[in-house]
């Protein structure tokens, strides 16, 4: 899978361990993260994550800042672009499979780096149910 990996200041090494298990996993990862724990503006790295998922560029996104919820709100901002704010494995999974999730948000000050990887991990391996969800998330988008 191609995977596009955004962070500000707060999830570096969270990033880092993602993408180190990514890249471990086979994937292609395209990194717009900040490198360092110098404090910088979210948006600057969510907005490249959710244009390659708008695009297709990108299978799915992965997102990280202190909350999670700066970050998801800016990529939420993109056209089919579906980010669900997770804090657990088991929120990760119920965003792909009722909500068809296509971009995770990482709260970094919140949970633990084992929680975050669980949650990509669960999040990637997780196919949407269709069926009666998909009717929701046609509902989604603003037309």
């Known amino acids: 899978m191609k995977i596009s990996i955004g962070n500000d200041h707060a999830g570096t090494s969270y990033k880092n361990l993602i993408v180190n298990f990514l890249k471990e996993a086979g994937h292609t990862v395209n990194n717009y ?4 724990d110098g404090s910088v503006d979210y948006p600057d790295f969510g907005h490249p994550v959710a244009s390659d998922v708008e695009k297709g560029e990108a299978d799915f996104g992965i997102v990280i800042c202190g909350s999670g919820n700066g970050i998801a709100m ?5 056209q089919g ?10 929120i990760a999974v119920l965003a ?19 929680q ?16 009666r ?11």
């Open 81 to 90: 672009v579906r980010a669900a704010l997770c804090w657990i494995k088991e």
């Open 133 to 143: 969800h998909q009717r929701r998330v046609d509902k989604i988008a603003c037309k």
């Open 33 to 36: 993260g900040t490198n360092d």
């Open 96 to 114: 792909r499979e009722h909500n068809n999730a296509n971009v995770i948000a990482i709260p970094a000050r919140y949970t633990s780096k084992n």
């Open 74 to 78: 800016t990529v939420n901002k993109h």
């Open 116 to 131: 975050a990887l669980d949650m990509v991990k669960a999040f990637l391996a997780t196919d949407f149910e269709g069926g």
